[in-house]
């Protein structure tokens, strides 16, 4: 499954786009028009690509990698929503409980740093034995 | 409140209090991390400028499309390969991102605004 039609399908979130880091391609689902998804896209890939930068800049001041590049994406908290973006997708989501934590799990999971089945890290945050409870 | 309070944040690697400028005031590191004050003081300029950045972005698309609830921003993060910061007002955590439960981090960060 896309992870967009992924995301669509938690509760709270608004809309999910992929977004090109080069040209003006992009697709999304969800509560936003085409248009504003187009300016999603654009907004989301121009602070990728500056914080990128940024990363590159202040980790080599750090005496070995300091772990924090390449970058992954970033968050913006608003008052009642938030913007979510990891690798070349972004998510636009309310501020419901415990929703930040499922988006940004799900986002790592399909494009960023978490290589294992996504169940098995969101139980692994609760404790115990998670095989067996998940299996 | 201190930056103890910011390390007892899920996952947290340092905890660090800023200038409205970015510059670096206080700062907590956990033992055995590569953060330096160095870092960390460059981590807060990176924020602000992006909390700053997100704040006119926020803005500007509110009156644009007429959506509402992003203004007042409530954080930032800069999320990582290992670790990300999640930043509000003059305070920031850094989070690994195994643990990170960034809601936790906001609220934590939120105690400090209000």
């Not at chain 2, 924020?47 to 997100?54: F, S, T």
Request: aromatic share 8%; net charge negative; hydrophobic share 45%.
């Amino acid at each position: 499954m896309r992870i967009i039609t992924q995301l669509m399908q938690i509760p709270g979130v608004i809309a999910a786009g992929e977004y090109a880091y080069r040209g003006d391609r992009y697709s999304y689902e969800g509560n936003i028009s085409s248009e504003q998804a187009r300016m999603a896209s654009i907004l989301c890939r121009a602070n990728t690509l500056s914080m990128n930068m940024q990363v590159e800049l202040f980790s080599s001041f750090a005496p070995e990698d300091c772990g924090c590049k390449p970058l992954q994406g970033w968050i913006v908290r608003g008052r009642d929503m938030s913007v979510c973006v990891v690798g070349n997708i972004f998510c636009f989501c309310q501020n419901t409980p415990g929703l930040l934590n499922d988006v940004m799990t799900i986002m790592r999971a399909k494009v960023g740093d978490i290589e294992e089945n996504p169940l098995v890290y969101m139980y692994a945050k609760i404790g115990g034995d998670v095989h067996e409870k998940l299996y | 409140m201190s930056l103890d309070r910011l390390m007892q944040v899920p996952g947290a690697l340092a905890a660090f209090h800023y200038t409205d400028k970015g510059d670096l005031v206080a700062h907590q590191v956990k033992e055995g991390t590569e953060l330096t004050p160095q870092v960390l003081d460059l981590l807060a300029h990176t924020c602000v400028a992006n909390l700053a950045v997100a704040t006119l972005e926020a803005r500007g698309w509110e009156a644009l499309t007429g959506q509402t609830g992003f203004e007042p921003l409530q954080g930032f993060s800069l999320v990582g390969l290992d670790w990300s910061a999640v930043v509000n007002g003059n305070y920031g955590v850094v989070v690994r991102n195994r643990d990170a439960d960034y809601e936790a981090a906001f609220a934590a960060l939120a105690e400090f605004k209000a």
